[in-house]
Structures are given as C-alpha cells and as structure tokens.
C-alpha cells in the first residue's frame, strides 16, 4: 500500500483544516503510505467544486453514499456537523473504508455508542476509525502528555481546564448552525468543552467518572440567518431562539481520584481561543494556553528550594514531538498543524494495521461526560455518574 | 479628634501586617486623625512583648477583655484566629470601641450573624466596625471596581475568580491549627475562598444569592506539630487528621443574573498566591493576578475592530487609586500597602462618622456563601441558596 | 497569464520554507495566477531528486543555467548561499525571469549595488526582483507598519530593534557554512541582523543614514565538519577558526532623525528565535516579539490618563493583513505563512505588472547598513555614514 | 552601640523613601543597631518642618553644616540633587560622619574622586560611606548575583541593559531641575543609566573598562517652570533649552571581555520604570525587568535537552535574599523594600565595622563609565576607555 486516497465529506471551515492535514503532512513527514485528495462531497455542487478546486481535490460528488460502493476510496474523512456523523461513520466502516470523524463524535450518546460499536467491529477487520481531537496533536499538548503520563509531576491532585471565546459576546451576533441544537446537538459544551475534557484526559491518561455542571444560554434570541448556514450569513429579519448553551461551567472526578474545574464559554470576552489547561501533581505541573500555543509550562517540584519556578519551553525544538519534521529550533508552528499532525499518525496507524488513537470508544467516552453534564444541570448541579 | 488609640488583640504573620498599615498609613496620607499604636494583647507575655518592642507598639497585655475597661483605647484590631472573632468583637462594640476585624469575619455563620447584629446595633450609637478584606485596597482591584460598576464593561456576564497556593501540595506540610476546622473553620475555601469571594462581589458591586460546589481534602493525613500553634513549628510525633478542605471548587449566580466559576486551593503546584479574577462583560472585561498585582487587564470592546486586546494597564500612576500618595509614576506597590490603604480607608470613616466599608453585614454575607457551599458539597453539589 | 512556473535554485532549510509557501499560497488566497512547482536546481542529484519528491517539484536540475534557456519557466527563486545570489539573480533577470532573492541579497555591497542595477534595468522591461525579507509578512508586523506609518503613534523617537538566538552558544556547534566568510559572508550581523535592519525600515517607513557599532565573534575556534556544508553534519577532526561575528551591537540614525538601537547575537542563551523591535513614538508605541509572532502590542498615547498601557492585540481577526485567508478568529499562524504571504504578494505583484517589495533596491540599502556596520567596527566603532 | 543616630539632608521623592527605609528597616529585621531618625535638613524651613512631620523626623535644621558639630549624629544620609553631594559627602566624613549619599555618586568625575578619596581616608579610621544604588537590594536581583557570581550560568558571554521610562515623551513636560545640566549634571544617562551600569557589574561582578555611545537630547526644548526647583511644579512664561540627554545609547566591554549593550530612555512611550537587565553565559541566563520586580527569569543550560526553557521563580520564598523577614512565601514586595533593605545593610556594616557596598569608589568607577559614555559621544561615538 502506497496509497491512501481520502474521500472527505463536508468542506466548511473544518474541511480546510483536514485538506491542509492531507496536502501537507506527506511533504514534512516521511509516511509509509500517501494520503490522495480524491473525492470531495457536499450537497451544493457549485460550492463543492470550487472547494474541490480551491483545496486540491480530484474529483467531487452531491451524494456521500457515492463513497460506499467506490474501491478507489480507502478512507473517508467527516467534516460535516454532529447530527450526520453517525450515518455516515457507520455505513463507511460497514463499506470497510476507514473513517477520521470529526469531534464531537456525535450529537447524543446514543449515536455515538452506535458508532463505537460499528468501530469496535470493524476494527477487528482491520478497518479503523478515528475522532479528530487535534489539539492532542499540538506538540506542547504532547509533551505535556509526555511528562504527566510518566510520572513527571507525581500523583495528578487537581486539574483545571478552560476553553474561552469570545464570539457570541456580541448580541447580533446571527443564530448559526452551531446555535441550533437540532444540528449542532450541543453549544460551548460540546463543541468546545469536548476539547477541554479530551484534552484534559489526554494530558493526565486519566478519565472522568463523575461530574456536576450547569449550563446556561447567556443570550436567549439573536437575529436570524437569512439563509440556515453558515455563521457568516447576512443577518435576516426578525430573531430566533438559542437552543444550545454559550457558557458551561463544570466539575468534574477522575478515576485516578483528582477533582478537576471546567469552563467552556462564548462568553469570554477578549478571548479568542483561550484553551487552557493546568494539571497539579504532588511533584510538578505543567500549563498550556492555545492563544500562546508554542509554550508549554512546566513547574518542577524536586527543583532546588529558592530555584522553583514555572519553566516556559518553547516546544520547537527538535526533542519535541512532531517538531523535528519542520523548521530548525526556535520557529513557530500554528493552528493548522495539528492537522498534518493528525493525517500523519492515522496513516501511520492504518499502514500498521493497528488502532488509530483517539478512537470512537474515546470520543464516546467524552459524549458521556457530556451527556452527564447536561444530565447534572437539569438536575440542579448535582453529581452525576458518566456511565 | 486627631489621635486614635489602637489595641490590637493577636500578633501572628496578620499582626505584622496590620501593624505596618498603623505605622506607615499616617506617613503618606494625610488622615483626619493619627492612629496611635497603644497596647498589643496576646496570651503569651513574652511573646507579646518581643512583638510589641519589634512592631512598636507601647504597652502589653496579656487579656483582651483589659481592652473593654480602657477610656484610652478608641479601636480593637481583632487579627486572632477565627473562633476568637465573635466574642472579641461584639465585646468591644459594646463597650464603644470601633473595631476592625480580620476576615473571615466568624467560623460559624450564626457567630457572623450575632456580630452583623451587633455591628448594626453600634453604628447606630456611631460606633463602627469593619472586617478585613484588603485585597478591595490593592490599587489594581480598586480601578477594576471603578471601571465596572460605572459600566465600563457593559453587563456583566461571567466571572472567573481563582484563588491557587500551593503550600499544602508537600504531603508533610504539618498539620498547624489553620487545618484544625476547630480553629480555622474553615480550610482554603474559608481562608482564600473567602477573598475570591468578596472580590468577585466588590468589583461587580453585585452579590452571590446561590452556589453549587464540592469541597475536598486531597491530603487526608499530616504530621503533628509537636506545638498546637503556628505554620512553622517542628514536625512531631505521628499522624493527625485533617479536618478542613484543601481544594474547593464552585459556582455561583450573582443577584444581576451572571455566573461565577470559583477555585481555591492549596493543591495547585507552583501557584504562590495567584489570586485571579476575570469578568466579562457585553462591552469588555478585566482581569487580575495578584502574583502580577500592580497590573490591571483591560479589554475594551468599544475599540475599533482589529484594534482590541487586553490592555495591561501598570496601576501606578497618579490617577489611580492610592496611588498618589506613594511614589512616582512606574514604582511598584507590594502585598502589605493594602495594610495602609485600611487604616487610612478605616480612619477617614470613622473620623467622618460613616460606615467603614466593608462592614460586617458585608463579612457575614461571605459567610453566608461559604456556608451554602459546604452544604451544597453535603447534597451531592446541587444548586443552593445563599440564604 | 494563469500559471507561474517557478524555478528554484538550493533546496536547504530555505528551500522547504519557499516550497510550503508556493503550495499552499493558492489553496487560501485567490490569486490572479497560479505558481506552480516546475523545476528544482541543486548540485547533487540524488539530493535533488529526493527533495523534489518530497516538496513537489516536478522536475529536476543540476544546473542553474538550465532555466535561463528554458520558456516555461517564469520565474527564478534563489536559495542558495549568499555567495551565489548575484551571479545566479543577474543572469536570471537578464534571460527575462522575474526573481525572488533569499536575504541577505549578496555577501557584499559590490555584488548588491551589481543586482539592484539589473533589477532597475529589468523592471524596465517589466521583469521584477524581489529580495525575501518574509518577516514583513507576519500579520503582526504587517499590521505596525499600518499603525505606525499612518501616524497612529506620532513622531518616532527611538527605536530597539534586537535579534536573539543562540545556537552558537555550544562551543561544540560546528563549524557549519553560515560560520565561515566566504559563504555566508556575514554572521549574525548578515544573517539575522539584517532581519532587524529591514523590519526597523519597513515598520518606520524609514531609512538608516549613518551607523555605529561593534561586531565580534564570541567563540573563535570550532570543531570542524567532515564536509562542509549543513548545520548538521558530523562534527569532524580538529577545530578551524570561525571567520564571522556572533555577535552586533550597533546604533543607526534613521533620515527622520531618530535614533535606534540593535542587537543581534547567536550568544544570548535561552532566545532561540527573538526577533523583536519597539518603536517609540511622540503619541505611543508598537512592540512585536516573534516569539510570541501572533501578538501586537499597541501603547495608544491619547488613551485617557490612566487607562493607558500596552494593549496586546491577537493579531487572529479577519480584519488583520494576510489573516482572512486562513482560520477564524483566534487561531494562530505560524513561521511557514510568511511565505505564503510573500508567494502572495509576489505573484500579485508580477500579475499586475508592478514592482514588488522588497525590491533588490532595498536589499541593497540593507547591504549598505551592513557593511557600514562593519565599516564602523573597523574603525573604533565611530558613527559611519551608510552611503 | 544601640543607637545611630540619622540625619538625612534634602527631602524630596528619596527623602521619603530614605526615610521608610530607616523606618521600617529595624521593625522587620534583627538589627544590630537600631537608626534613629533625628534630624533633617533643608532650606526651606516651612516645608522642612512638615516634612519632619509626615515622615517622622524628631527635629529640623535649614543648615546641613550645623550636623558637623553635632555630636549626636552619627550617620549623615545625603538625598540632594548631585550638584551638593561632594560638599556635604566630604565635611560628613571629615567630620567623622558615616555617609549614606544618594546616586549618581557626584555630577562630575572630578567631584566622585575626591569623594572616593575622602571616603577611603575615613575608612581608615573606621568612618564609613556607601552610594544608594538601592536596586541592587531587591531581592530578585540579589538572586541574581547569587546565581551568576557562583558560576550559574557559566562564563559570561553578553549583557544587555536597559533603563526605559518616558515622562519626558510629552513634549509639555516642563523643564525641571532634572533637566538642567547645572543641577542634575547628567540627563537619563546618570540617572537612570548609572542604574543600569550599576546593575550589569554588581550581578555579573565585572567591571567595565571601555565604552562606546551617543548621548541626545531628542526633545530640546521645554516649557519654563515657574520656580526652578520640582517636576511638579506650575508652569511658567516661555521655554528654555534642556542641556542633559533624554536618551542614551551605549555598548560596554567588562573586564571579563563580554560585550553588553545599554540603553537609558525617558523617550520609551509606555515603558514606565522598566530597568531590564539579562546576562547571558555559557551555561545559562538570568533576566529580570524591575516593572515585574518579584520575579526572576532563569536559564538553565544544564536541563535536559526538551526541558530546556526560562524558569520564571518568585523571589517571594523564605529562601531568597531579604525575604524572610517579610511576610509568607507568595507575597509581593515593592519599590520601598528596597530603602528598608539598604538601611538593614549599611546598619549592618557599621555596627561590624566593615566598608558597606556599594562603596563611594563603586560609585565613582560608575561616574567615570558616564564620562567615558560622554566622551565617547563627543568622538564621533567611538570606543573610550574608562580610565
């Protein structure tokens, strides 16, 4: 096997990040196989294949069904909202093709438990999925997984993990896709509080078992879209309802026994993509922040009295993961990263024939916490069990 | 009136502090009446007057109630531990003294209760009282006030307040009575908890009416002090129970509607005293650190696109609160200033016949709050009224 | 016109940046021609082989003279050495390509005025040179030019222009080709200095006019390379001597009278890549770290007394220069989008039919400062007219 | 000997700060004598007397020559402007006064030298003087030595030091004392750079033997004062010329043959106080900015390679220099501890009857580096030796 070719279905602004994952990781990183941007697939035709063409895609479809009975398709990438993943995930597996889902993987639990299970099954065919939480792929991210998960900083005794924006601070801001719970299943909970929790697991290898939250619609109307999608859409007449939360506010219990406090808000302002985490071990630990996202922040607890500090390290030295395969130390890397990151470690894990990591049963586990958060607010906070 | 008579009851880390704000407040302000360092009181005769001969203060005793009978002594600084406050307290209101008390205001809300009650009952006699929360007088939170209750953020619409040490992190930290719920009351949540508390409430000049938390002791056990006092003494024989939280984390709804995220904890490795706040608003945000206290971050949503940040205002300017009676423009400020500006803040009131704020209605409201918050972690975390 | 088909003469650290910019430009701006990856040139083969596979060339060379002849190849990129950028960009313009030149433009002002008179001669015949300055290409550096040249900070007063790194701290880095003369030419005087040097100029919309400064090389003997070139070779037998500084220090008088300080140095530990520069101004001030390259600190002198500071602006909204074309707000860029930024603005300019920027002119005013640098060294340091 | 007896001449900005020194000095330290504040000096008798007051002084005198027979006194502080240091320095010494003298040293090298030989001949008959370079006592920088002077970082191979303020970017700010070369002798060059100066030798403990600079005088001239005395004062009729520098700009070689490059600026619109300082050595770094004056940044080349990174330590433990007669670990000292801190040390040194440092032929070796600076830039800015 030389060759990966990619159907991807969607090409909003997730379906950029993964044609730049595809198109640029074979030219950094040396890959057993080569991913080929063969198919790109949306409703709209127009609109596909401008994008097809824009982002380099060979060829485009209306229908994704189109894909399941294609044998030049081996993977097929889901970039559309939540409320597809599940259909789609599930009969590609079904077609033996290998599946990249984005986050979150589902908009209810029960679809997501469908697709782990399709998953599991499939993978003992040799057929693999993967839910894209790319900010693991972050190399600050990874080093600090690194540290923590090798005992680094001791016994994890607290976690505290935050993902501010700012952009429905703005009342006008229009009721989106992402605001309608019928297509984006959840709000800030699930669309960026997924990241906090995921990450957040990642980080210390540890999971939530319990959690008590609340979540909350700050601002309740906003005007409506002229047209349904898109959230840059001209603003139309009239106002609609949020029907998802903007600011959820969480705590949670990990299996290894730390108490861990979430924030996962739209309502930040002046943040714009503040997602930050802080692990706290009897002997160390470690600090990240996306808005400054080549640091990672590590404090080391057997450091001599008098020299204990925070250490920032750059992480864009060759030492660090991913980093080597790009530029000489010292120079940044970006968002979009972690999208060739991602491209290059599922090929890697389909070309050995074994599971790509985060799997479905991952991004299952983060649908249950989510699900136990919406769970706990409607019963007044209270602890509640993830299941 | 141009000369206060002051007689401080306690001489622990506290008494040093307040003993400087006595000393140095007249120096740079000019005050409507001289505090003048009377009589220092504590249990222990030499200790006392080592204390009394290092801080300056002219005379000694070694009983509190001596303090009751004196026509000389006009204000009773109360820096005790917590489960002296109540009776020190409303003796001396009733005996005519104004009284400054060190927070948290009681162990006990009833005790709060009792002292708000007494407090209510002085002033009307012009007797006042006042309870210590001085991190209000830190040049940078009393200019985040200014600038939030004239509105300069817009409405308020989520508060992130932190208050993260570390101290207890080393296992064999010993177990010193501010970890004995006998003496403190309370652990990090009363302790730190307590001025997150009050500082979410000062700059948004709104109250906390519900919360819903968790309070935990992640270090069950720690080495007995061979003396039952002090932070510092020598470890002795065996192990002790803790009996207070060491981490605490909890959510809040203010009376204008907005939700508040709260942490304290002395399990946050590296944290030294970084008590954090942050609230955004419709119109922009503040946001402090008291590791960094002599800046205040400003977003200002008002400024044009592409032009927005947070501005780190340096608070030492002569504009700025307190500011001008210190040092030229760019000279920093430190943890015990706050000391000065609440004897100045403390004397100017009770020369003008007025309320000192914040009072002790204002202690026993904060009370009130840790109180809900440990029964809200008895009922598995659920939503709770202050009360 | 609807294709470019680029040449690119060196294919080292230099090379992978130019090829990342020319593949990924077209996937995120609409350009008005499309470049397209025609011809990579180096002297090895089967080095050149592997890094066309790997970057996407679709042709190989192992001679530049190759392109001179060749009708379908548009333009010329040169990568190479310092040694080689006059002899190759000459005879490039001449055979009617248009040239994009790596910095420093040529290893001596001779070489530089030599390809600024073919650029002129060249542009008259609508054949344009550009000289690879990509930093100006940062949005946040973009952006201080926009403020700073509209007036947004008055008059300019001084400027702290310093660039850090310190690779060459190890006394054991070898002696690679960038530490030897003939090749490089320069040390971190050329090499990064010079970065500052146009950075300084571009942000100011100013020239230096006379310079004084002192250049030197810390660490005077390294182990030798077994063969000459890379950063990366093995270190060989025996030390040579290193024949460029490591280390400038100068002062510049830009033509509108203010005064600016330099540093560049491959000795200051613990900076790998601190290209930073602050511009003072009568009404405010711009500072820029490429460290932290997504940032732009703005100090506005007409704020109101005391709301005045340094507002750190994520250079991440769609109203920023360059930013649109990318991610939504919030999301960081990287060192690599320099070059599709100066893909950007070079295929622009060349459609257009207009000079682009920076042009060899301005790569020979750098080489002026340069070696008036060097000049002064010489010459006690004493102010040395640029000329 | 219990008691020293202080009595400070002038009382402007140092005089209070001097005086919180000898205040609050011996109420949180141990001392061995304890300062007595029992006389001040100063012209004005009106406003003498009031600040005698405010500050604390027993009693008053219009004549400092009247300290000369005055066998109660036994320590002479000296906080007038440069102008009067040599006079007053000299007759204390003779007079058998210990001398505390305020920075710069004197306003001409001429002054310094015959300061140095009145100290060193007082010396010998156990008479004592020290130079206030006072932020050589805060403790981050006192750490800082510590960790350099020990071999920390390695040899030492650049320094780069700053002194950036910028109250005179506003052209309106009127032409004070500070401003005329008759009273101040130098501009931002000796008073603020002689800190720089100062700093750079006292951590790296080298001296340096050569200079090279520009001093200017960017705003030249300046709004009258209607009295000549004062930055505060109301102002007058006209403008003057300003004959000290606002601007200076200068490279350095120690002794130890690095290079280290300064600046001293009151044109860095927003940088308020910020005296930066960062040494780099073979085998690390330090970096410290006095507007962040808690903390101190850490380089260690020694870290694995990947853990690499500056370490950020508050200088706020019980283990750092000064800090642990403050308060807890965590708590922020500020400007003013610095005064107290000088006072503990010279109070220290006389009572043990050993030379306190910085010692007048400190302050003269830092008076001649000024000259030097001086010299240089009427050369044409090209290397000095300091003599």
């Given at each position: 096997m030389t060759t990966l070719r990619v159907a991807m279905i969607g090409y909003g602004f997730m379906g950029a990040a993964h044609s730049q994952g595809w198109r640029v990781a074979p030219r950094f990183f040396d890959l057993p196989a080569t991913p080929e941007m063969a198919l790109l697939v949306g409703r709209n035709g127009g609109s596909v294949a401008s994008a097809a063409a824009k982002w380099g895609w060979s060829e485009t479809s209306s229908d994704w069904r189109e894909v399941l009975d294609r044998d030049d398709i081996d993977v097929v990438d889901i970039v559309t909202p939540g409320d597809s993943h599940a259909e789609i995930a599930i009969a590609a597996l079904a077609a033996g093709k290998h599946v990249l889902c984005e986050k979150p993987l589902a908009n209810t639990v029960e679809e997501a438990e469908a697709m782990a299970a399709a998953a599991a099954e499939a993978a003992a065919r040799g057929v693999y999925a993967m839910v894209g939480f790319?900010?693991?792929?972050v190399p600050a991210v990874a080093l600090a997984r690194e540290i923590v998960t090798s005992g680094g900083i001791g016994d994890i005794r607290q976690v505290r993990a935050e993902y501010l924006q700012d952009w429905l601070v703005d009342e006008k801001a229009p009721l989106a896709w992402r605001l309608q719970k019928e297509h984006a299943g959840s709000g800030a909970l699930g669309d960026i509080g997924a990241h906090a929790i995921d990450l957040s697991q990642f980080i210390t290898g540890q999971r939530l078992v319990d959690v008590a939250g609340t979540i909350e619609t700050v601002v309740k109307e906003r005007p409506l879209l002229e047209s349904g999608s898109g959230l840059s859409g001209t603003a139309g007449v009239g106002v609609g309802t949020v029907t998802v939360d903007d600011l959820a506010l969480f705590t949670g219990r990990f299996d290894g026994g730390a108490l861990g406090s979430y924030v996962a808000s739209r309502m930040s302002t002046g943040r714009k993509n503040a997602l930050r985490i802080e692990v706290s071990g009897s002997n160390g630990a470690i600090a990240f922040d996306l808005e400054d996202m080549n640091a990672l922040h590590v404090y080391d607890g057997a450091a001599p009295a008098g020299r204990q500090g925070f250490t920032k390290i750059l992480v864009t030295e060759p030492e660090h993961p991913y980093v080597g395969a790009w530029w000489p130390a010292g120079h940044m890397l970006g968002y979009e990263h972690g999208f060739s990151h991602q491209a290059k470690d599922f090929v890697e894990a389909i070309a050995a024939g074994v599971q790509p990591e985060p799997s479905f049963a991952d991004g299952l586990h983060v649908q249950r916490v989510l699900g136990a958060v919406e769970r706990s607010s409607e019963e007044r906070g209270a602890w509640t069990n993830v299941g």
């Open positions: 790319t900010y693991r792929r």
